[in-house]
């Protein structure tokens, strides 16, 4: 039986307008909140997690976060170009990159 490639899409492209800051910045357990949720869900069982992010994102969130940088090949940055648009199109953006490397789930 062949083993299923699971893929985690990882929503990142949000405004925080209620927050009134970028929540992903925020400080969290020697990093942020960003790269927090980022490391758990390397640390998961999925094969590859798609980080959807709003165009031009340089990622500042992830601080240089030495456990994020070293899972590297895990993840990658997809740029919604539409993300202020809603969170529907940050996650059709997920799925189509996720078909596109041939995910199963």
């Known amino acids: 039986m062949k ?23 925020l400080p969290f357990n020697q990093s942020t909140i960003g790269a927090t949720a980022l490391k758990t869900t390397l640390r998961s069982k999925v094969d590859h997690v798609l980080v959807i992010t709003k165009d031009q994102d340089n990622l500042h969130w992830l601080r240089e976060d ?9 993840w990658s940055k997809i740029e919604c170009k539409n993300a202020s ?15 596109a490397i041939d995910a199963d789930a």
């Open 3 to 25: 083993k299923m490639k699971v893929v985690a899409i990882l929503l990142a492209a949000g405004s925080s307008t209620r927050m009134g800051e970028n929540k992903l910045a």
């Open 66 to 74: 030495e456990d994020v940088l070293h899972g590297q090949g895990k």
């Open 85 to 99: 648009e809603g969170q529907a199109h940050s996650l059709l953006a997920g799925i189509v990159s996720a078909e």
